[in-house]
Structures are given as structure tokens and as C-alpha cells.
């Protein structure tokens, strides 16, 4: 006999889900109100493999229905996608669509790629009768362990359309934050591409004709132009016993310095020793720092106004924070709540945080509304980030200006000395 998943409602108006044997829909229909439940969706579960093994063929003329593809092996789920669809399926469960429902129409509407294959696999669960954070943790490259959290939080509390909603405002604040600070490496990283590939064109054929003329007229160079010449003949490989042209190490530089960056961060102890490194940045740091404090607070509090227990909010947290130090630090507070202690005194040890973020976090334990205090944080520290990279942003480009004024300086110093000497040779010659 078939067996039937639904979803239903029960006289309390909280969501349920189930299955049931009946012969057919009508029949499991009946059934599922005989329980005294109103369902919403109700669809035929389909045979797993054992049973099709035992079973043997599919009954005669029907079609096997030809299993969808995942979205496991298929690459990650862009960002900006993923919010776009968190936001889209709380408002189709906020208009009270079947569950179901809502995932098909927001599957058919993607364009073929790593969403629609993603969203195709976890149609296929729901409909199979598992919840939709079940369907979503098998597909971990596209809903992490946050997202799934929040999500079966807010199917425990029948509360889904308004966790989806809270998921989608945190991840746009997180998506906006990012896209400002990348915003703000643009212009510096683009002025310092233009101007190593000039210098490079100057150092490898300017420099060179004028050491032409210099060794025509015989003129002792300056320390400061012999050193310029040796740069210039290392750039362009004229050096006797050179390989390769050092300009074929420098354009390539950023590139080996990227892949080194990325597999010194891939190890343990490497992102320990990164992580501590960047937070003590002169500049850079204080900003880090500062965007470390506004994620992890808004992920907890979050993950907290969700229903989602502390100590399991706290080690979700802990692994999605994105910083080693801000990491151990949760751990600590982790294990220190576990043992029944207070969650700011072994935060305020570990020295990570500002004293107003520990003190905050110490009047929101006390008052039982820590979730809506950590939010306040978080708001504070993304405007104290915006204020921060406006002023990195105005700071660099007067910084850069000058190191760029410096360098061309001094290639132009370097190059008119000789003539100096020159022109005062050629005059003393004429006098005598």
C-alpha cells in the first residue's frame, strides 16, 4: 500500500508533518482528517532504493519518474542568490503557500546553474517527507550550518516565514558590509596595477637609452643613478649570467603572493598566525577588528532571537566567525556557560572585544534580552566599520600620491644628475 507524507495543521494552528498508508490520496486525505488535523499538502513518498530492489519493476505502463539532480558537485551558491531566495520563500510562506509549493516555484525560476540544481535536490527531499533543514543540510556548500540551524528553529516554532525574513535582513547586512569594503580596495589595488606596469615600461625601455648616452659621453654616474641602471638591467634580463627578465617575477608577484596567502591559511596553525597577525595591522587591524565584533554579534543574536539554544548558538557562532581569535574566544565562553558561569566574564578575559561590547552583553544577560542587545552592538559596529573605511578610503589616496611622487622623483633625480655633470664638463672644457 502507498504510503503518503503531508503536512498539516492541528486544532492549535501549529504545523505538523507525518505519513500515513491509504490506498489513495482521497483515502489518505480522509484519514489525516479523521485525526483531527487539516492538511496542506499531501504527497505520495517515494520508493527508496532498497525497496525498489525488492519490489522489483515499476507496475506496467508507468514511466519510472527519473530522479533530479542535487546540488552537491556542482559548485558554490553565490551569495547574492541565496539571499535573494531566503527572502522570496518567506514571503511565499508569509502568504501561507504549501512548503512544497513555494520551493517548486522558486526552483523553476532560477536559471539552470548551482541554485536551480541546489534547489531541484531539495524539492526532492521535502516531497520524499523530510524537513526542510533536513533536505537543506545534505546540500552544505549552498545552506551552512547557520542557515540550517535557524531554519529548523523556526519549524519548531512554526514561526518559518519570520526566521526566513530575520535570515534574509542578516544576510543582506552581512552581503552590504562586504561589498563596501571590497569597494574601497578597488581604487587603491587598480592605481598600484597601472603603476607597477609603468614603472616596469620605464625601467625596461627608457632607462636603458639613457645609459646609452651616458657611456657615449664617459660621465661618472651618482651612487643613486648606479643603482637605477642595475634595477633597470635586471628588469629587462641584460645582466650577464640573468635567465629571465626580473619583470617576469615581478607582474606575476601578486599572484604567487595570493596562492602562498591562501595556503598558509589552509593549515590550522597558519589561519591562527594570519588571523592574530592581521588584527595587530596598524591601520587595517582596528577595522578588522571592528567587523569581526559586528558579524559574531549579529550571528548570535540572531541565531538566539530564532529560539535557538545558547550553547548551540554560541558553537555556531564559534565556527562561522571567520577570525581564529574571535573562535577561541566563543569556545571559552562556550565552556564557561556549559559550567553554569555568566557568558561576559570570560569574554571580558580574553581581551578580544571593547569593554562597552563586554559591558553591553553583561546588561543584556541580566535583563534576559541579550538576543536584541547583541543586535544593538552589531548596528554600532557596522556604522563605526562604514565611518572606518570612508577614512582608510581618504587616507590612501594622499598616501598613495606621495609614495607614487616619490618613486617617479626619484627615477627623474636619478637620471638628471648625470646630465649636470655633463653639461658642467662641457662648459669647463669650453672655458679652458
Not at 20 to 40: C, G
Not at 148 to 163: C, H, R
Not at 180 to 207: D, S
Not at 227 to 255: C, D, F, H, K, Y
Amino acid at each position: 500500500m502507498p504510503t503518503f507524507a503531508y503536512e498539516a495543521m492541528n486544532d492549535a494552528g501549529k504545523p505538523t508533518k507525518g505519513t500515513v498508508e491509504a490506498a489513495s490520496k482521497e483515502e489518505a486525505i480522509a484519514r489525516i482528517k479523521s485525526q483531527r488535523l487539516f492538511p496542506t499538502n499531501v504527497a505520495e513518498q517515494k520508493a527508496s532504493k532498497k525497496d525498489a530492489a525488492k519490489g522489483g519493476a515499476a507496475a506496467p505502463g508507468k514511466k519510472a519518474k527519473p530522479k533530479k539532480k542535487g546540488g552537491r558537485g556542482f559548485g558554490r551558491v553565490k551569495q547574492k542568490q541565496l539571499t535573494t531566495f531566503t527572502r522570496q520563500l518567506s514571503t511565499l510562506q508569509d502568504a501561507g503557500l504549501p512548503l512544497l509549493r513555494s520551493l517548486q516555484i522558486l526552483e523553476q525560476q532560477q536559471k539552470p546553474g548551482a541554485m536551480k540544481n541546489t534547489l531541484s535536490g531539495v524539492c526532492e527531499e521535502v516531497e520524499g517527507g523530510a524537513s526542510l533543514s533536513e533536505a537543506m543540510s545534505k546540500y552544505p556548500r549552498a545552506f551552512d550550518k547557520l542557515y540550517t540551524k535557524m531554519v529548523n528553529a523556526g519549524e519548531i516554532g512554526g514561526v518559518l516565514d519570520l526566521i526566513l525574513q530575520r535570515l534574509a535582513e542578516f544576510m543582506e547586512k552581512a552581503e552590504k558590509l562586504k561589498r563596501k569594503i571590497k569597494g574601497a580596495m578597488v581604487y587603491p589595488i587598480a592605481v598600484i596595477i597601472i603603476a607597477v606596469l609603468i614603472l616596469t615600461f620605464i625601467m625596461w625601455f627608457i632607462i636603458p637609452k639613457f645609459e646609452e648616452i651616458f657611456k657615449d659621453f664617459g660621465v661618472k654616474l651618482p651612487m643613486l643613478t648606479t643603482l637605477l641602471m642595475e634595477g633597470s638591467r635586471w628588469i629587462a634580463g641584460t645582466n650577464p649570467g640573468q635567465s629571465i627578465p626580473g619583470a617576469l617575477v615581478v607582474l606575476p608577484s601578486p599572484i604567487f603572493i595570493f596562492i602562498a596567502w591562501k595556503l598558509i591559511r589552509a593549515s590550522g596553525p597558519g589561519k591562527a598566525i594570519t588571523d592574530w597577525l592581521l588584527l595587530r595591522l596598524p591601520i587595517f587591524g582596528s577595522m578588522l577588528k571592528k567587523t569581526a565584533i559586528a558579524r559574531f554579534t549579529r550571528t548570535l543574536g540572531t541565531l538566539i532571537g530564532a529560539g535557538v539554544p545558547i550553547l548551540e548558538a554560541i558553537k555556531i557562532t564559534a565556527e562561522t566567525s571567520g577570525n581564529y581569535v574571535f573562535e577561541k574566544a566563543l569556545t571559552k565562553v562556550h565552556d564557561s556557560i556549559r559550567e553554569g558561569e555568566s557568558f561576559a566574564s570570560p569574554l571580558r578575559e580574553s581581551k578580544t572585544c571593547d569593554a562597552i561590547v563586554v559591558n553591553m552583553i553583561d546588561v543584556g544577560e541580566e535583563t534576559g534580552e541579550m538576543d536584541k542587545m547583541l543586535l544593538k552592538i552589531a548596528d554600532n559596529y557596522d556604522e563605526e566599520v562604514d565611518v572606518a573605511v570612508a577614512s582608510l578610503v581618504s587616507l590612501l589616496e594622499p598616501l598613495m600620491v606621495v609614495v607614487l611622487g616619490g618613486i617617479v622623483g626619484t627615477i627623474v633625480v636619478a637620471m638628471f644628475l648625470p646630465l649636470v655633470s655633463m653639461i658642467q664638463s662641457l662648459q669647463g672644457g669650453g672655458g679652458g
